[in-house]
């Protein structure tokens, strides 16, 4: 059986994300959502609870038989360990694709593992973490781009981090 692995810093998972699990879902039996550590973006939710809104949103979706886990490393360790040998990410269009290409190129240099992309649903193009953040930092609606309650969680840690 295949293993594929979603990956992303999913800070936080929205509504574009949980189409593209969604869809590797679709062609693969066995999905891991792993959320992991992009070393170029400092994220606002703690991995805990950006794992814990995953979790949530899987179950609100009915995707039961889709794990999710923290990647505390090197996504291609993570990959070996759990015996997946493909990465499925979402792609909305050329920025995302010349930010995933040399991603796709090092973990297939590193440890052989393939990356498979699914182009994102048209009507989430719009969708990614940091616009959701944008526009809630400015008092802007998110809840119809985010699984549900993710909106609250995303407001507090903004107010908190206001007050910080
Ligand atoms: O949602 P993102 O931020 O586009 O996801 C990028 C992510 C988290 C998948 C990537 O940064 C990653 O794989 N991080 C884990 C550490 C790692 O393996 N870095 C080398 C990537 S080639």
Redesign the pocket.
Known sequence: MTTAVC????DPFTLGHLDVVRRARSVVDDVVV?V??????SALLDAETRLEIVRNALSEAGLDDVRAAL?P????DFCTEIGATVVVKGLRGGADLD?EL??SH??RHLAGVETVFVTADPALAHVS?SLVKDVARFDGPIDDLVPAGVGTVVRAALQSSKGA
Do not use: D, Q, T
């Open positions: 990956p992303g810093s999913f792993a992991a550590r992009n070393a170029s973006k990647v490393g090197l996504l291609v930010a040399p991603m090092m973990n973490s």
